[in-house]
């Protein structure tokens, strides 16, 4: 089955770093993804992980620990434009379908 | 455009009426996807193919829900006797999953149901 918990919101200041973790209790897990998602637009791939660390993408890092069932999105020097919901999504391995988290509510504030 | 496109973008019917979705994947994706995906949480899974072959539909879906794929390129999802329980975003996407690539999904813009 799958479980992925995330926190609902989370609130940061302009310029500052805020991470998003992701835990996961998938069967024949493969990889975790990253989207995030505009209100009221389609969600967008931030990152995916399949090994375990950091994978850096400008502003944007992704880490996965695949003992613990762990994954965090850290979102460093945030952007009032960065004000979105974040949504963790782990890959099932034997057909590489996604179950998403109820994702995160980032608000940035000035 | 080449993307993930969906249609209609917003649909309001009255409970009991039957609602037809459309969805044109990228040319070349051979995955198709249908999620729900209502206020405040994440997208929740319906069904999907691999081409033409629908591989799996969420135990969630009740009978009202079929969804199609003929030809392995667009797919339709058709719920019948709307209940208001159904209004949410319906989102389609698409990937070319392979080993040597992510798969990471594209989403189309989404079709916004309302059941009065």
């Known amino acids: 089955g799958q479980n992925i918990d995330q926190p609902t919101e989370m609130t940061a200041t302009e310029g500052a770093i805020v991470q998003i973790n992701c835990t996961y209790q998938?069967?024949?897990?493969?990889?975790l993804f990253w989207y995030q998602q505009h209100a009221g637009e389609a969600p967008t791939f931030l990152s995916y992980?399949?090994?375990?660390g950091l994978e850096e993408k400008g502003r944007f890092s992704s880490f996965l620990s695949r003992s613990k069932g762990y994954s965090y999105l850290l979102l460093k020097e945030l952007q009032m434009k960065d004000s979105a919901s974040y949504l963790c999504?782990?890959?099932?391995?034997?057909?590489?379908?996604?179950?998403f988290g109820a994702g995160t509510t980032v608000t940035v504030r000035a | 455009d080449t993307g993930v496109s969906q249609d209609p973008r917003h649909k309001i019917t009255k409970r009991g009426q039957n609602v037809t979705f459309r969805c044109d994947p990228i040319?070349?994706?051979?995955?198709l996807y249908w999620y729900r995906q209502t206020l405040g949480q994440g997208p929740e899974f319906l069904t999907y193919?691999?081409?033409?072959?629908?591989?799996?539909k969420s135990r969630l879906l009740s009978d009202r829900f079929s969804a199609e794929r003929p030809k392995g390129s667009f797919s339709t999802l058709e719920i019948q006797r709307t209940e208001q329980g159904d209004s949410a975003m319906y989102l389609c996407?698409?990937?070319?999953?392979?080993?040597?690539?992510?798969?990471?999904?594209?989403f189309g813009e989404g079709s916004r149901l309302t059941v009065l």
């Open positions: 996407a698409s990937s070319k999953r392979e080993a040597a690539n992510t798969g990471e999904l594209f």
């Open positions: 998938t069967s024949g897990f493969n990889g």
């Open positions: 992980n399949v090994l375990d």
């Open positions: 999504a782990a890959e099932r391995g034997y057909d590489y379908k996604l179950s």
């Open positions: 040319s070349e994706h051979n995955r």
């Open positions: 193919f691999q081409n033409e072959a629908q591989l799996e």
